[in-house]
C-alpha cells in the first residue's frame, strides 16, 4: 500500500546544479501537485496538473519545471539550483470525481528535504 | 478568491486540556475545508473534512471542527489533549472552481505533561 513515494528523502545540492525530485502514487490519481515548505509560511503550491499531459503553475513556479509524461508519475526539476530553494517539497495526489478536486482527500508523501549551498 | 487565516501560531496546553486550535478563511464560493496534521519530519495526514454536508465533522483521534458559514470559521477542537497531538496543524480550503489548495501557516500545538 505505497500511496505517494518522493525520493530522495534528502539532497543537498551546490548553487547551479540542477536535480530531479521523483514523485509516483499507485492510487490512479489525476490530480497530482507539488508544494514547498517554509517556516512560518505554510505550504505553497509550486505546479499541478489534472491528467497525464497536462500541468499548470502554481503560486511560486519560478525556477522549476514538471511534466507528466504517465498518471503514475509528476517529476519536479530543478534546472539550476540557488539558496532561495531551500526548503522541505512535498508531492501531493487526489482523485479529481466529475471534473471536482474539491471535497477529495489529498494524499501527502513524506517529504523531500533539499538544501542548496 | 480564497484565503486561509490560522490565528495562532502556537498554541501551548497541559495534557488532559481541551485543544483549540483557530481557522478563518475567504471564499467566494462554497468551500471545502479541511485540517491536516504533520509530525516532525512527516508528511501531512488529513485528520478530517468539511464538504458541505453535516456542519460538524469528527475526524480521526478524537478531534473535530465545526464550520459555521456566519463567521466563516472551522476551528480544530478536542476535548482532551495527549501528548501524541504535539505537532503543527494547518487549516486548508479549496472551491469547485480551482484546482488549488490553499494552505494556512500552520499552528504548532506544545502539549505539556
Known amino acids: 500500500n505505497a500511496g505517494v513515494t518522493q525520493t530522495p528523502k534528502f539532497q543537498v545540492l551546490k548553487t547551479g546544479q540542477s536535480m530531479t525530485l521523483q514523485c509516483a502514487q499507485d492510487?490512479?490519481?489525476?490530480?497530482m501537485s507539488w508544494y514547498r515548505q517554509d517556516p512560518g509560511m505554510g505550504l505553497r503550491l509550486i505546479h499541478y496538473?489534472?491528467?497525464?499531459?497536462?500541468?499548470d503553475q502554481g503560486e511560486v513556479p519560478n525556477g522549476y519545471n514538471v511534466s507528466r509524461s504517465t498518471t503514475e508519475d509528476f517529476p519536479l526539476r530543478l534546472l539550476s539550483a540557488a539558496p532561495s530553494q531551500t526548503s522541505v517539497y512535498f508531492c501531493?495526489?487526489?482523485?479529481?470525481?466529475?471534473?471536482?478536486?474539491?471535497?477529495?482527500?489529498?494524499?501527502f508523501g513524506e517529504g523531500s528535504w533539499l538544501t542548496v549551498v | 478568491a480564497q484565503s486561509v487565516t490560522q490565528l495562532d501560531s502556537h498554541v501551548s496546553v497541559s495534557e488532559g486540556t481541551p485543544v483549540l486550535l483557530r481557522c478563518n478563511y475567504s471564499?467566494?464560493?462554497?468551500?471545502?475545508l479541511f485540517w491536516y496534521v504533520q509530525h516532525p519530519n512527516k508528511g501531512l495526514q488529513l485528520l478530517l473534512k468539511?464538504?458541505?454536508?453535516?456542519?460538524l465533522v469528527k475526524g480521526i483521534n478524537g478531534f473535530e471542527a465545526e464550520f459555521k458559514k456566519s463567521e466563516t470559521s472551522f476551528h480544530l477542537t478536542k476535548p482532551s489533549a495527549h501528548m501524541s497531538d504535539a505537532a503543527e496543524y494547518f487549516c486548508?480550503?479549496?472551491?469547485?472552481?480551482?484546482?488549488?489548495?490553499?494552505f494556512g501557516t500552520g499552528t504548532r500545538l506544545q502539549v505539556f505533561p
Open positions: 496538473s489534472v491528467g497525464a499531459g497536462i500541468t
Open positions: 468539511y464538504t458541505s454536508a453535516a456542519t
Open positions: 471564499s467566494s464560493y462554497s468551500p471545502s
Open positions: 501531493a495526489s487526489s482523485y479529481k470525481q466529475a471534473g471536482r478536486l474539491s471535497g477529495n482527500t489529498i494524499y
Open positions: 486548508v480550503v479549496t472551491t469547485d472552481n480551482t484546482d488549488k489548495l490553499i
Open positions: 492510487m490512479n490519481h489525476e490530480y
